[in-house]
């Protein structure tokens, strides 16, 4: 069906090349590496034990081949005229029989004599060698008896005959040649063997691998059956029996369940206290609304109750906003707001010339919102100011923490004014509530500054200064995830 005129037609949607690819699991992933790892291990352990048996194997037909060499040695002669006498006793009797397998040569400058295993076969032709030179080599091609190819492994050794003086002496050399179907028939049992073996061996460490794997992924599969129970309601967070390399995964959790949980609470009792309190204003206009009263009084209560409900959820959108902190938040430096809170209050508090110094590590950092760090600190700093007579110190630095975790703070506010008493202390943290009635305030700033730690988890301690003499604010946040 074609398309009217001047529409386009709809865009279909592209399938690349990973549309439905799904990565694989972490069990799948370590067992295919495992698994490859292993299989490149018996297979370079098989190659590696293969070269080293054919080597020896190898080895030790040369020293065979070169004892026969010796042997024959001891045993032939040659006449005054230089002809070779053949020897009387061989070293193995398969040297007397035709195409045994095992041979021997005397090659001479103008002849060759060869052993009766000789007879038949047509064996390769070797060099006259050097005195004492030896050689060893092979497999090489021959023709045996019937007709058929096959191979032989070669050693020979050189000789000078110098026994009738310098004018008579000769060159020799002996050669012991042995068909390698011996060895090879040892090398054919050798690697039937080594990879059966290695192959058992494979397939049960696979099995083991899979077993020890299974083990070693026990607690992820107890990780994701808890989360699993915490979506579905069954349980209210994760358990702290878990290994020290999932604790912070299993930790991360739980505070984002918590914080959560403390979000939705804080906004359905936002939401509450914003109810409660608009019920009063609204009242009060249905009262006027209902009493009669003239245009001009009602606009003028109309005017009064709006600004106050604005105010009201002014107030509440307010906190709401500082309240809590997010679990992962960038770290703030201090001392760049410090100076900008101490700036403005320098500014109101002038007549009172105070004196604000710093004592604030450079590595201190507060992990939470920009907002909530300067209201922690503006209301303590106001609050020193206000009682100090001419002194105030900000004392700032980090908290030891556990590896692979945030640092902790540590905040004090001290001031030379006059103090706290200890028996006053409860009073002047509850809202609305001044320490002074003469001093101008509204008795909220401390309740702010308890709420603010309240959220971060943290601990807010009143006591005495031993360096001022005044009041001293401590606060206390706890290490991060």
């Not at 083991?208 to 070693?216: E, F, P, T």
Request: proline share 7%; hydrophobic share 40%.
């Amino acid at each position: 069906m074609a398309s009217p005129a001047g529409a386009e037609p709809s865009a279909r949607p592209r399938r690349t090349p990973f549309d439905g690819w799904r990565p694989r699991s972490l069990r799948a992933r370590q067992l295919l590496a495992a698994s490859l790892g292993l299989v490149a291990f018996l297979a370079l352990a098989g190659y590696a034990l293969d070269r080293a048996f054919i080597a020896t194997a190898e080895d030790n037909l040369r020293q065979r081949l070169k004892a026969y060499a010796l042997k024959y040695t001891d045993e032939i002669d040659f006449t005054r005229g230089g002809a070779l006498i053949p020897p009387f006793d061989t070293p193995d009797p398969r040297f007397e029989m035709p195409d045994s397998g095992l041979y021997a040569e005397v090659i001479l400058p103008n002849d060759r004599w060869g052993s009766n295993s000789t007879l038949g076969p047509v064996l390769p032709a070797s060099p006259m060698l050097g005195p004492l030179e030896e050689a060893f080599d092979g497999p090489v091609t021959f023709r045996r008896a019937d007709g058929s190819e096959s191979q032989v492994y070669r050693y020979g050794v050189g000789f000078v005959w110098a026994e009738r003086g310098p004018d008579a002496e000769f060159p020799y050399s002996i050669y012991i040649l042995e068909d390698a179907q011996a060895l090879n028939a040892q090398m054919r049992v050798f690697r039937g063997a080594l990879w059966v073996y290695l192959g058992s061996a494979g397939f049960i460490l696979l099995l083991l691998q899979m077993a020890v794997l299974r083990w070693s992924l026990r607690p992820l599969r107890r990780v994701i059956t808890e989360l699993t129970r915490v979506q579905g309601g069954q349980i209210d967070r994760m358990s702290e029996r878990h290994p020290r390399e999932l604790e912070p995964l299993t930790d991360s959790i739980n505070a984002f369940i918590e914080s959560e949980r403390e979000n939705l609470e804080r906004q359905r009792n936002t939401l509450a206290d914003l109810a409660h309190s608009l019920k009063t204003p609204l009242a009060v206009l249905r009262t006027q609304l209902d009493s009669g009263s003239g245009e001009a009084s009602l606009r003028e209560e109309l005017d009064n109750q709006l600004k106050r409900m604005n105010g009201l959820v002014s107030y509440q959108l307010a906190r709401a906003a500082s309240s809590g902190h997010k679990l992962f938040s960038a770290p703030v430096p201090i001392e760049p707001h410090a100076e900008e809170i101490v700036s403005g209050l320098e500014k109101v508090y002038a007549g009172k010339r105070v004196l604000c110094e710093f004592e604030i590590d450079p590595q201190a950092r507060f992990y939470g919102e920009t907002g909530d760090l300067q209201e922690l600190m503006g209301n303590l700093l106001e609050n020193a100011f206000k009682w100090a007579r001419s002194r105030v110190l900000l004392t700032v630095r980090p908290l030891p923490a556990a590896p692979q975790r945030r640092a902790g703070l540590y905040l004090s506010v001290e001031d030379d004014g006059p103090g706290i008493t200890e028996e006053n202390i409860p009073v002047v943290l509850q809202r609305g509530v001044r320490g002074d009635e003469r001093v101008h305030g509204h008795g909220i700033g401390l309740s702010i500054v308890q709420d603010l730690i309240r959220d971060y988890r943290g601990e807010l301690q009143v006591g005495r200064s031993e360096e001022l003499g005044g009041a001293q604010f401590v606060v206390t946040l706890p290490q991060g995830l």
